[in-house]
């Protein structure tokens, strides 16, 4: 069974950075596909950034590229989320996802999520 635990939520700064990280458990292939998506209330769920766990090769959201960069420790088993330049409009809960290939549309496994605020 895949886990995901997220951490690296907190308050930062208008332009400021964050980390947030996904410690990933029970991924038995290397096809999974870890993901990151956010969600305000009223809002539905977006996504953010992929990464395919065995070859690296990633995809963003229009709005994050240039912003984040979502990388992964296949050693340690984790996937972060480098996040610069914040802006207002970052403000949500962030999930790590999982999906066991590219091929697939939806996500199967989600974390709990940790709050990203950013606040003057």
């Known amino acids: 069974q895949v886990q995901l635990v997220e951490s690296g939520g907190g308050v930062v700064q208008p332009g400021g950075s964050l980390r947030l990280s996904c410690a990933a458990s029970g991924l038995t292939s290397s096809s999974y596909v870890l993901g990151w998506f956010r969600e305000v209330p009223g809002k539905e769920r977006e996504f953010v950034a992929n990464?395919?766990?065995?070859?690296?090769?990633?995809s963003y959201a229009d709005s994050v590229k240039g912003r984040f960069t979502i990388s992964s420790d296949n050693a340690k088993n984790v996937v972060y989320l480098q996040m610069n330049s914040l802006k207002p409009e970052d403000p949500a809960v962030y999930y790590c996802a999982a999906k066991r290939s590219i091929v697939i549309t939806s996500y199967a496994y989600w974390g709990q999520g940790t709050q990203v605020t950013v606040s003057s």
């Open positions: 990464i395919i766990w065995s070859g690296g090769r990633t």
